[in-house]
């Protein structure tokens, strides 16, 4: 069974930074595209960036030049490094993935329980 696992929330100050990770396990045969959404109070979920296979990577406009996201393909891993954050920022942040568990199987999404990042102004 595919399981999303996700770490690195926290609390921290206007400027400063955070790393989230993302670890998918259980049952994968191939891993399409990983990504982050996040989600604040009284608003609906939104992209924040992903990565397909082969490497393209695709942020929203408000993510540009201050976040990163990476994959570790070996480890089933993806990373989300934001720089510079803001107090709008702050939000659940959720990773997703598109996972065929098998040759034949068609692509799924699963997502990860969430992880809370709070900017303090």
């Known amino acids: 069974q595919v399981q999303l696992v996700e770490s690195g929330g926290g609390l921290v100050q206007a400027g400063g930074s955070l790393r989230l990770s993302c670890v998918a396990s259980?049952?994968?045969?191939?891993?399409?595209?990983m990504g982050w959404y996040r989600q604040a109070p009284g608003k609906q979920r939104e992209l924040v960036a992903f990565?397909?296979?082969?490497?393209?990577?695709e942020y929203r406009d408000f993510a540009k030049g201050r976040f990163t996201i990476s994959r570790d393909n070996a480890k089933n891993t993806v990373y989300l490094q934001m720089n510079s954050l803001k107090p709008e920022d702050t939000a659940v942040y959720y990773c997703?993935?598109?996972?065929?568990?098998?040759?034949?199987?068609?692509?799924?999404?699963?997502w990860g329980q969430g992880t809370q990042v709070t900017v303090s102004s």
């Open positions: 990565s397909v296979s082969g490497g393209r990577t």
């Open positions: 997703y993935a598109d996972i065929r568990t098998s040759l034949g199987a068609i692509s799924s999404t699963y």
């Open positions: 259980g049952g994968i045969f191939r891993i399409n595209a």
